[in-house]
């Protein structure tokens, strides 16, 4: 299973952008995908999860409100809008599929993951 992550980039404080992540063997239609991060010296951490339909999404506190999590299982693919980018945002985005219908911020409950992403937010 490949999961290809894409999106990232430069961006000035409040600026968007949006991350996509394509599951290769169509195993995340049935199961929860998320959103991690890890910014340089820190240990990664949870951003965001969704369940298999879409219907039920998490997200850390530090980026409710800012950002958005949805999916799209006709393309095997997730995404993360992000909105209102402030320079504590820097960081590898992973997205990755869990073997379950849902999940949350849990690293462990998660089966494959992709090769990240940089995301920079300048100030």
């Known amino acids: 299973v490949q999961l290809q992550a894409s999106g990232g980039g430069l961006v000035q404080a409040g600026g968007s952008l949006r991350l996509s992540c394509t599951e290769s063997?169509?195993?995340?239609?049935?199961?929860?995908m998320g959103w991690f991060r890890q910014a340089p010296g820190k240990e990664r951490e949870f951003v965001a999860a969704i369940s298999w339909r879409g219907g039920t999404q998490n997200y850390a506190d530090s980026v409710k409100g800012r950002f958005t999590i949805s999916r799209d299982n006709a393309k095997n693919t997730v995404y993360l809008q992000m909105n209102s980018l402030n320079p504590e945002d820097t960081a590898v985005y992973y997205c990755a599929v869990a073997l379950r219908p849902y999940s949350g911020a849990d690293p462990g409950s998660y089966k494959y993951w992709g090769q990240g992403t940089l995301v920079t937010v300048s100030s």
């Open positions: 063997r169509r195993i995340s239609s049935n199961n929860a």
